[in-house]
Protein backbone atom coordinates (compact mmCIF):
# COMPACT_ATOMS: atom_id res chain seq x y z
CA UNK A 1 0.00 0.00 0.00
CA UNK A 2 0.84 3.80 -0.24
CA UNK A 3 2.40 5.30 2.57
CA UNK A 4 1.37 8.95 3.92
CA UNK A 5 4.03 10.63 6.17
CA UNK A 6 2.85 14.29 7.63
CA UNK A 7 5.18 14.82 10.16
CA UNK A 8 7.08 17.31 8.83
CA UNK A 9 4.35 19.63 8.64
CA UNK A 10 4.30 19.92 12.15
CA UNK A 11 5.81 22.84 13.17
CA UNK A 12 3.93 25.00 10.68
CA UNK A 13 0.63 23.21 11.69
CA UNK A 14 -0.35 20.72 14.70
CA UNK A 15 -0.66 17.74 14.89
CA UNK A 16 -3.43 18.36 16.89
CA UNK A 17 -5.16 20.77 14.77
CA UNK A 18 -5.14 17.93 12.13
CA UNK A 19 -6.48 15.61 14.22
CA UNK A 20 -9.62 17.93 15.36
CA UNK A 21 -10.73 17.63 11.63
CA UNK A 22 -11.37 13.76 12.27
CA UNK A 23 -15.10 14.91 12.48
CA UNK A 24 -15.18 17.29 9.67
CA UNK A 25 -13.39 14.99 6.71
CA UNK A 26 -15.57 11.94 8.72
CA UNK A 27 -18.90 13.71 7.91
CA UNK A 28 -17.60 15.03 4.56
CA UNK A 29 -16.94 11.30 3.57
CA UNK A 30 -20.44 10.44 4.61
CA UNK A 31 -21.64 12.70 2.31
CA UNK A 32 -19.94 11.35 -0.61
CA UNK A 33 -21.48 8.03 0.31
CA UNK A 34 -24.82 9.10 0.83
CA UNK A 35 -24.60 11.31 -1.47
CA UNK A 36 -26.11 14.14 0.20
CA UNK A 37 -23.08 16.75 -0.61
CA UNK A 38 -22.98 19.29 -3.04
CA UNK A 39 -22.89 18.00 -6.76
CA UNK A 40 -23.67 14.48 -5.53
CA UNK A 41 -25.33 13.47 -9.27
CA UNK A 42 -21.41 13.37 -9.85
CA UNK A 43 -20.39 10.63 -7.69
CA UNK A 44 -20.17 7.51 -9.65
CA UNK A 45 -16.44 7.46 -9.44
CA UNK A 46 -17.01 6.67 -5.81
CA UNK A 47 -17.15 2.98 -6.29
CA UNK A 48 -16.71 2.61 -9.81
CA UNK A 49 -13.20 0.79 -9.03
CA UNK A 50 -14.90 -2.46 -6.91
CA UNK A 51 -18.11 -2.04 -9.72
CA UNK A 52 -16.49 -2.35 -12.88
CA UNK A 53 -17.54 -5.52 -14.24
CA UNK A 54 -14.88 -8.46 -15.87
CA UNK A 55 -17.11 -7.99 -19.01
CA UNK A 56 -16.05 -4.12 -19.31
CA UNK A 57 -12.75 -4.64 -18.96
CA UNK A 58 -12.10 -8.01 -21.27
CA UNK A 59 -14.39 -6.05 -23.99
CA UNK A 60 -12.32 -2.59 -23.55
CA UNK A 61 -9.32 -5.05 -23.94
CA UNK A 62 -10.59 -6.81 -26.93
CA UNK A 63 -11.44 -3.33 -28.62
CA UNK A 64 -7.42 -2.33 -27.69
CA UNK A 65 -6.42 -5.47 -29.56
CA UNK A 66 -8.58 -4.00 -32.70
CA UNK A 67 -6.48 -1.21 -32.91
CA UNK A 68 -2.86 -2.73 -31.60
CA UNK A 69 -3.30 -4.72 -34.32
CA UNK A 70 -3.96 -2.28 -37.08
CA UNK A 71 -1.83 0.73 -35.66
CA UNK A 72 1.66 1.73 -35.49
CA UNK A 73 0.13 4.59 -33.98
CA UNK A 74 -3.09 5.64 -32.13
CA UNK A 75 -4.13 9.29 -31.40
CA UNK A 76 -5.81 10.16 -28.57
CA UNK A 77 -8.33 12.99 -29.08
CA UNK A 78 -9.17 14.65 -25.75
CA UNK A 79 -8.55 17.46 -23.18
CA UNK A 80 -8.80 17.98 -19.87
CA UNK A 81 -10.61 15.09 -17.84
CA UNK A 82 -11.11 13.53 -21.42
CA UNK A 83 -7.30 12.83 -21.58
CA UNK A 84 -5.37 13.51 -18.77
CA UNK A 85 -5.78 10.06 -16.96
CA UNK A 86 -4.72 8.00 -19.77
CA UNK A 87 -1.95 10.36 -20.28
CA UNK A 88 -0.53 10.19 -16.49
CA UNK A 89 -0.57 6.23 -16.64
CA UNK A 90 0.77 5.65 -20.15
CA UNK A 91 3.81 8.44 -19.78
CA UNK A 92 4.02 6.54 -15.98
CA UNK A 93 4.80 3.19 -17.39
CA UNK A 94 6.24 3.85 -20.43
CA UNK A 95 10.31 3.56 -21.38
CA UNK A 96 11.28 7.17 -21.46
CA UNK A 97 12.90 7.06 -24.87
CA UNK A 98 10.08 5.84 -26.53
CA UNK A 99 10.99 2.02 -27.09
CA UNK A 100 7.70 -0.47 -26.89
CA UNK A 101 7.42 -4.27 -27.68
CA UNK A 102 6.99 -4.82 -31.00
CA UNK A 103 2.95 -4.93 -31.45
CA UNK A 104 2.45 -1.77 -29.32
CA UNK A 105 1.32 1.38 -31.03
CA UNK A 106 2.83 4.26 -30.55
CA UNK A 107 0.33 6.79 -28.55
CA UNK A 108 0.24 10.72 -29.04
CA UNK A 109 -2.04 12.96 -28.18
CA UNK A 110 -4.43 15.57 -29.82
CA UNK A 111 -7.64 18.12 -29.06
CA UNK A 112 -6.02 19.16 -26.03
CA UNK A 113 -4.65 22.51 -27.49
CA UNK A 114 -5.32 24.96 -30.63
CA UNK A 115 -1.95 25.16 -31.70
CA UNK A 116 -2.10 25.05 -35.37
CA UNK A 117 1.77 24.47 -36.10
CA UNK A 118 0.84 21.23 -33.56
CA UNK A 119 -1.53 19.84 -35.18
CA UNK A 120 -0.25 20.15 -38.57
CA UNK A 121 2.90 18.46 -37.83
CA UNK A 122 0.65 15.83 -36.27
CA UNK A 123 -1.03 15.26 -39.25
CA UNK A 124 2.83 15.32 -41.39
CA UNK A 125 4.01 12.69 -38.70
CA UNK A 126 0.50 10.78 -39.61
CA UNK A 127 1.40 10.72 -42.91
CA UNK A 128 2.20 6.92 -44.71
CA UNK A 129 1.97 5.45 -41.25
CA UNK A 130 -0.67 3.27 -39.99
CA UNK A 131 -3.09 4.87 -37.67
CA UNK A 132 -5.87 4.60 -35.59
CA UNK A 133 -7.88 7.42 -33.37
CA UNK A 134 -9.41 7.60 -29.74
CA UNK A 135 -12.08 10.31 -29.64
CA UNK A 136 -13.00 11.11 -26.17
CA UNK A 137 -15.07 14.03 -25.14
CA UNK A 138 -18.03 13.71 -22.69
CA UNK A 139 -19.83 16.63 -24.07
CA UNK A 140 -19.16 15.80 -27.53
CA UNK A 141 -19.00 19.46 -28.11
CA UNK A 142 -15.55 20.58 -26.90
CA UNK A 143 -13.48 22.59 -29.79
CA UNK A 144 -10.14 21.93 -28.78
CA UNK A 145 -11.31 17.60 -29.61
CA UNK A 146 -13.98 18.56 -32.22
CA UNK A 147 -11.16 20.72 -34.60
CA UNK A 148 -8.48 17.86 -33.81
CA UNK A 149 -10.90 14.82 -34.71
CA UNK A 150 -12.52 16.73 -38.19
CA UNK A 151 -8.83 16.75 -39.25
CA UNK A 152 -8.04 13.59 -38.21
CA UNK A 153 -11.00 11.92 -39.65
CA UNK A 154 -10.39 12.97 -42.93
CA UNK A 155 -6.59 11.85 -42.65
CA UNK A 156 -7.60 8.75 -41.46
CA UNK A 157 -10.36 8.12 -44.41
CA UNK A 158 -8.13 9.11 -46.72
CA UNK A 159 -4.87 7.53 -45.79
CA UNK A 160 -6.30 3.98 -44.95
CA UNK A 161 -9.98 4.23 -46.72
CA UNK A 162 -13.34 4.52 -45.27
CA UNK A 163 -13.89 0.62 -44.20
CA UNK A 164 -10.60 0.21 -42.18
CA UNK A 165 -11.39 3.99 -40.65
CA UNK A 166 -14.57 2.82 -39.55
CA UNK A 167 -12.89 0.20 -37.37
CA UNK A 168 -9.57 1.96 -36.09
CA UNK A 169 -11.66 5.15 -35.18
CA UNK A 170 -13.20 4.70 -31.86
CA UNK A 171 -15.69 7.01 -29.84
CA UNK A 172 -15.99 7.79 -25.89
CA UNK A 173 -18.25 10.35 -25.43
CA UNK A 174 -22.40 10.62 -23.61
CA UNK A 175 -24.61 8.03 -24.43
CA UNK A 176 -27.20 10.27 -26.17
CA UNK A 177 -26.02 13.88 -26.52
CA UNK A 178 -23.12 15.65 -28.42
CA UNK A 179 -21.72 15.71 -32.01
CA UNK A 180 -18.92 12.80 -30.88
CA UNK A 181 -22.08 10.78 -30.04
CA UNK A 182 -24.05 11.75 -33.58
CA UNK A 183 -20.80 10.79 -35.66
CA UNK A 184 -19.97 7.37 -33.59
CA UNK A 185 -23.54 6.31 -34.54
CA UNK A 186 -23.84 7.50 -38.15
CA UNK A 187 -20.29 6.05 -39.36
CA UNK A 188 -21.07 2.90 -36.84
CA UNK A 189 -17.52 3.68 -34.87
CA UNK A 190 -17.25 0.59 -31.87
CA UNK A 191 -18.26 3.36 -29.19
CA UNK A 192 -18.21 3.62 -24.92
CA UNK A 193 -20.29 5.55 -23.39
CA UNK A 194 -19.19 8.09 -20.45
CA UNK A 195 -21.35 7.45 -17.58
CA UNK A 196 -23.68 10.42 -16.66
CA UNK A 197 -22.82 10.87 -12.97
CA UNK A 198 -18.66 10.67 -13.75
CA UNK A 199 -17.25 13.99 -14.18
CA UNK A 200 -13.92 14.48 -16.84
CA UNK A 201 -11.13 14.42 -14.42
CA UNK A 202 -12.94 11.67 -11.90
CA UNK A 203 -13.26 9.41 -15.24
CA UNK A 204 -9.64 8.02 -15.57
CA UNK A 205 -11.23 4.43 -14.40
CA UNK A 206 -13.81 4.28 -16.97
CA UNK A 207 -13.19 4.01 -21.10
CA UNK A 208 -11.63 7.47 -21.04
CA UNK A 209 -8.64 6.37 -19.35
CA UNK A 210 -8.62 2.58 -19.42
CA UNK A 211 -9.08 2.06 -23.69
CA UNK A 212 -5.82 4.06 -23.99
CA UNK A 213 -4.00 2.63 -21.54
CA UNK A 214 -5.17 -0.74 -22.98
CA UNK A 215 -3.60 0.24 -25.99
CA UNK A 216 -0.15 1.27 -24.97
CA UNK A 217 -0.20 -2.52 -23.50
CA UNK A 218 -0.54 -2.07 -19.90
CA UNK A 219 -2.78 -4.04 -17.32
CA UNK A 220 -6.20 -2.21 -17.03
CA UNK A 221 -7.44 -5.47 -14.67
CA UNK A 222 -4.31 -4.28 -12.21
CA UNK A 223 -4.52 -0.68 -12.61
CA UNK A 224 -8.08 -1.38 -11.46
CA UNK A 225 -7.44 -3.91 -8.69
CA UNK A 226 -4.62 -1.49 -7.05
CA UNK A 227 -7.15 1.30 -6.64
CA UNK A 228 -10.25 -1.30 -6.06
CA UNK A 229 -7.50 -1.91 -3.01
CA UNK A 230 -7.55 1.53 -2.20
CA UNK A 231 -11.38 1.89 -1.58
CA UNK A 232 -11.32 -1.02 0.19
CA UNK A 233 -8.30 0.43 2.39
CA UNK A 234 -10.29 4.06 2.63
CA UNK A 235 -13.65 2.91 3.04
CA UNK A 236 -15.81 5.34 5.02
CA UNK A 237 -15.40 3.21 8.37
CA UNK A 238 -11.64 3.19 8.34
CA UNK A 239 -10.94 5.13 11.12
CA UNK A 240 -9.34 8.47 10.42
CA UNK A 241 -5.66 7.58 12.24
CA UNK A 242 -5.51 4.94 9.46
CA UNK A 243 -7.62 6.40 6.42
CA UNK A 244 -4.83 7.88 3.74
CA UNK A 245 -7.39 9.77 1.89
CA UNK A 246 -9.17 11.33 5.06
CA UNK A 247 -5.69 12.59 6.70
CA UNK A 248 -4.14 14.35 3.43
CA UNK A 249 -7.73 15.70 3.03
CA UNK A 250 -7.22 17.17 6.66
CA UNK A 251 -3.92 18.29 6.80
CA UNK A 252 -4.18 20.22 3.47
CA UNK A 253 -7.23 22.02 4.22
CA UNK A 254 -5.38 22.50 7.96
CA UNK A 255 -2.28 23.92 5.93
CA UNK A 256 -4.19 26.27 3.80
CA UNK A 257 -5.83 27.69 6.78
CA UNK A 258 -2.74 28.81 8.10
CA UNK A 259 -1.79 30.67 4.44
CA UNK A 260 -0.37 27.61 3.23
CA UNK A 261 -2.23 28.68 -0.38
CA UNK A 262 -0.26 26.67 -2.93
CA UNK A 263 0.53 22.55 -3.05
CA UNK A 264 3.20 21.92 -5.20
CA UNK A 265 3.06 18.10 -5.78
CA UNK A 266 6.85 17.01 -6.27
CA UNK A 267 8.42 13.97 -7.66
CA UNK A 268 11.79 12.45 -8.45
CA UNK A 269 11.31 10.73 -11.60
CA UNK A 270 10.32 12.56 -14.79
CA UNK A 271 8.00 9.89 -15.70
CA UNK A 272 5.55 11.19 -13.24
CA UNK A 273 5.07 14.73 -14.95
CA UNK A 274 1.74 14.23 -16.46
CA UNK A 275 0.62 12.04 -13.42
CA UNK A 276 1.11 15.95 -11.73
CA UNK A 277 -0.57 16.91 -14.62
CA UNK A 278 -3.62 15.20 -13.90
CA UNK A 279 -3.69 15.70 -10.48
CA UNK A 280 -3.68 19.63 -10.72
CA UNK A 281 -6.48 19.15 -13.13
CA UNK A 282 -8.12 17.24 -10.75
CA UNK A 283 -7.25 19.76 -7.89
CA UNK A 284 -7.53 22.76 -9.54
CA UNK A 285 -11.18 22.11 -11.36
CA UNK A 286 -12.50 20.79 -8.03
CA UNK A 287 -11.23 23.30 -5.69
CA UNK A 288 -10.47 26.69 -7.31
CA UNK A 289 -13.87 28.07 -6.74
CA UNK A 290 -16.20 30.88 -4.79
CA UNK A 291 -12.96 32.58 -4.94
CA UNK A 292 -11.28 30.11 -2.84
CA UNK A 293 -9.24 26.85 -2.93
CA UNK A 294 -5.50 25.36 -2.92
CA UNK A 295 -3.59 26.20 -5.80
CA UNK A 296 -1.97 23.24 -7.35
CA UNK A 297 1.58 23.44 -8.48
CA UNK A 298 4.49 20.90 -9.51
CA UNK A 299 7.73 20.58 -10.31
CA UNK A 300 9.82 17.67 -11.27
CA UNK A 301 12.80 17.31 -9.27
CA UNK A 302 15.99 17.43 -9.26
CA UNK A 303 15.56 19.25 -12.85
CA UNK A 304 13.76 22.19 -11.07
CA UNK A 305 15.78 22.21 -8.15
CA UNK A 306 18.26 24.22 -10.70
CA UNK A 307 15.19 26.76 -11.47
CA UNK A 308 11.87 27.00 -9.23
CA UNK A 309 14.31 25.64 -6.36
CA UNK A 310 15.19 28.98 -5.45
CA UNK A 311 11.53 30.06 -5.31
CA UNK A 312 10.77 27.42 -2.86
CA UNK A 313 13.41 27.55 -0.90
CA UNK A 314 13.22 31.27 0.02
CA UNK A 315 10.59 32.83 -1.96
CA UNK A 316 6.96 33.74 -0.56
CA UNK A 317 6.03 30.86 2.30
CA UNK A 318 3.11 30.21 1.33
CA UNK A 319 3.22 27.23 -0.39
CA UNK A 320 4.15 23.67 0.88
CA UNK A 321 4.87 20.42 -1.18
CA UNK A 322 3.65 17.21 -1.27
CA UNK A 323 6.36 14.79 -2.28
CA UNK A 324 5.66 11.37 -4.57
CA UNK A 325 8.37 9.28 -3.51
CA UNK A 326 9.12 6.07 -5.81
CA UNK A 327 10.47 3.67 -3.31
CA UNK A 328 12.02 0.85 -5.98
CA UNK A 329 13.35 1.43 -9.45
CA UNK A 330 12.51 -1.12 -12.75
CA UNK A 331 16.47 -0.73 -13.64
CA UNK A 332 19.91 -1.12 -11.78
CA UNK A 333 22.21 1.44 -12.85
CA UNK A 334 25.87 2.27 -10.83
CA UNK A 335 28.14 4.98 -11.11
CA UNK A 336 31.07 4.35 -12.41
CA UNK A 337 35.09 3.97 -11.62
CA UNK A 338 37.21 6.15 -13.55
CA UNK A 339 40.82 5.78 -12.55
CA UNK A 340 41.25 9.96 -13.97
CA UNK A 341 38.65 11.18 -11.58
CA UNK A 342 38.70 14.17 -13.01
CA UNK A 343 35.28 15.30 -12.52
CA UNK A 344 35.86 13.85 -8.92
CA UNK A 345 32.91 11.51 -8.83
CA UNK A 346 34.46 8.29 -7.44
CA UNK A 347 32.90 8.92 -4.35
CA UNK A 348 30.01 7.44 -5.55
CA UNK A 349 31.70 4.74 -7.68
CA UNK A 350 30.10 1.26 -7.49
CA UNK A 351 26.68 3.18 -5.49
CA UNK A 352 23.71 3.21 -7.66
CA UNK A 353 21.84 6.24 -9.32
CA UNK A 354 18.91 5.76 -7.33
CA UNK A 355 20.86 6.55 -4.47
CA UNK A 356 21.82 9.46 -5.25
CA UNK A 357 18.47 10.43 -6.19
CA UNK A 358 17.37 9.24 -2.50
CA UNK A 359 19.97 11.52 -1.31
CA UNK A 360 18.99 14.53 -3.20
CA UNK A 361 15.16 13.71 -1.67
CA UNK A 362 15.81 13.69 1.22
CA UNK A 363 18.42 16.74 1.57
CA UNK A 364 15.78 18.66 -0.25
CA UNK A 365 13.25 18.09 1.73
CA UNK A 366 15.28 18.75 4.79
CA UNK A 367 16.61 21.77 3.21
CA UNK A 368 12.69 23.10 2.17
CA UNK A 369 11.52 22.28 5.66
CA UNK A 370 14.03 24.65 7.11
CA UNK A 371 13.35 27.28 5.05
CA UNK A 372 9.67 27.02 6.41
CA UNK A 373 7.76 24.69 3.73
CA UNK A 374 5.61 22.07 5.37
CA UNK A 375 6.12 18.41 3.69
CA UNK A 376 3.41 15.57 2.49
CA UNK A 377 5.43 12.76 1.67
CA UNK A 378 3.53 9.90 -0.34
CA UNK A 379 5.33 6.80 -0.55
CA UNK A 380 4.68 4.27 -3.37
CA UNK A 381 6.67 0.87 -3.25
CA UNK A 382 7.31 0.88 -7.07
CA UNK A 383 6.00 2.77 -10.55
CA UNK A 384 3.06 -0.12 -11.91
CA UNK A 385 -0.08 -0.24 -12.49
CA UNK A 386 -1.19 -1.54 -9.26
CA UNK A 387 0.70 1.16 -7.78
CA UNK A 388 -0.83 4.21 -10.04
CA UNK A 389 -4.39 2.81 -9.07
CA UNK A 390 -3.75 3.32 -6.02
CA UNK A 391 -2.80 6.84 -6.22
CA UNK A 392 -5.18 7.33 -8.42
CA UNK A 393 -8.00 6.31 -6.25
CA UNK A 394 -6.11 7.87 -3.31
CA UNK A 395 -6.11 11.51 -4.91
CA UNK A 396 -10.00 11.26 -6.08
CA UNK A 397 -11.22 10.08 -2.69
CA UNK A 398 -9.20 12.95 -1.00
CA UNK A 399 -10.14 15.88 -3.25
CA UNK A 400 -14.10 14.72 -2.60
CA UNK A 401 -13.12 14.91 0.85
CA UNK A 402 -11.14 18.08 0.84
CA UNK A 403 -13.34 20.04 -1.50
CA UNK A 404 -16.33 19.38 1.03
CA UNK A 405 -14.91 20.57 3.93
CA UNK A 406 -13.65 23.44 2.09
CA UNK A 407 -16.78 24.04 1.32
CA UNK A 408 -17.19 24.05 -2.40
CA UNK A 409 -19.00 22.06 -5.02
CA UNK A 410 -15.94 19.52 -5.79
CA UNK A 411 -18.07 17.97 -9.28
CA UNK A 412 -18.55 21.31 -11.43
CA UNK A 413 -16.52 23.90 -13.09
CA UNK A 414 -18.80 26.87 -13.76
CA UNK A 415 -15.67 29.03 -14.28
CA UNK A 416 -14.35 26.66 -17.36
CA UNK A 417 -17.07 28.47 -19.29
CA UNK A 418 -15.97 31.85 -19.22
CA UNK A 419 -13.50 31.59 -21.73
CA UNK A 420 -15.39 29.63 -24.18
CA UNK A 421 -18.00 31.88 -24.09
CA UNK A 422 -16.24 34.95 -24.87
CA UNK A 423 -13.97 32.75 -27.97
CA UNK A 424 -16.95 31.81 -29.19
CA UNK A 425 -18.70 35.51 -29.34
CA UNK A 426 -15.66 36.25 -31.29
CA UNK A 427 -15.34 33.64 -33.59
CA UNK A 428 -19.54 34.30 -34.36
CA UNK A 429 -20.68 30.82 -33.49
CA UNK A 430 -24.23 31.02 -34.41
CA UNK A 431 -26.22 32.00 -31.28
CA UNK A 432 -24.03 33.96 -30.26
CA UNK A 433 -25.00 37.11 -31.94
CA UNK A 434 -26.07 39.16 -28.91
CA UNK A 435 -22.59 38.28 -26.83
CA UNK A 436 -20.38 38.74 -30.35
CA UNK A 437 -21.94 42.69 -30.18
CA UNK A 438 -21.19 42.53 -26.32
CA UNK A 439 -17.39 41.83 -26.75
CA UNK A 440 -16.87 43.70 -30.26
CA UNK A 441 -17.55 46.88 -28.14
CA UNK A 442 -15.10 46.09 -25.87
CA UNK A 443 -12.29 45.63 -27.57
O1 LIG B 1 -12.93 17.49 -15.80
C1 LIG B 1 -13.67 18.00 -16.61
O2 LIG B 1 -14.91 17.89 -16.53
C2 LIG B 1 -13.14 18.76 -17.78
O3 LIG B 1 -11.76 18.93 -17.68
C3 LIG B 1 -13.43 18.04 -19.06
O4 LIG B 1 -12.92 16.75 -18.99
C4 LIG B 1 -12.86 18.75 -20.28
O5 LIG B 1 -13.32 20.06 -20.31
C5 LIG B 1 -13.24 18.03 -21.56
O6 LIG B 1 -14.62 17.98 -21.70
P1 LIG B 1 -15.29 16.98 -22.68
O7 LIG B 1 -14.98 15.60 -22.25
O8 LIG B 1 -16.76 17.28 -22.59
O9 LIG B 1 -14.75 17.24 -24.05
Same mark, same amino acid.
Given at each position: M???????T????S?????????K????????????????????W??????I??????D??A???????????V????IG?????????I??L?????A???????????????????????????K??????I????????????????????A??E????????????????????A?????????Y?S??????V?????????????P?????F @?????????????????????????????????????Y???????I????????????????????????????G???????????????????????????????????? @??T?????D????????????????????????GT????????????????????E????????????A???????????????P???????????????????E?????????
Amino acid at each position: MIGLSIEKTFGAISKAAVSAYEMKVKAAQDALEMGTGKGSDFLGWLHLPSSISEAMLADIKATAQVLRTNCEVVVVAGIGGSYLGARAVIEALSNSFGAREKETPAVVYAGNNLSEDYLYELLEFLKGKRFGVINISKSGTTTETAIAFRLLKRACEEQRGKEMAQQVIVAITDEHKGAARVTADKEGYKSYIIPDNVGGRYSVLTPVGLLPIAVAGF @DIAQLVAGAAAMEKACAAETPFAENLAAQYAAVRNELYQRGKKIEILVNFCPKLHYFSEWWKQLYGESEGKDHKGIYPASVDFTTDLHSMGQWIQEGERSIYETVLSINHT @DHTLKVPTDEANLDGLNYLAGRRIDEVNKMAELGTQLAHVDGGVPNIRITVDRLDEYNLGQLIYFFELACGISGYVLGVNPFDQPGVEAYKSNMFALLNKPGYEEASKAIQARI
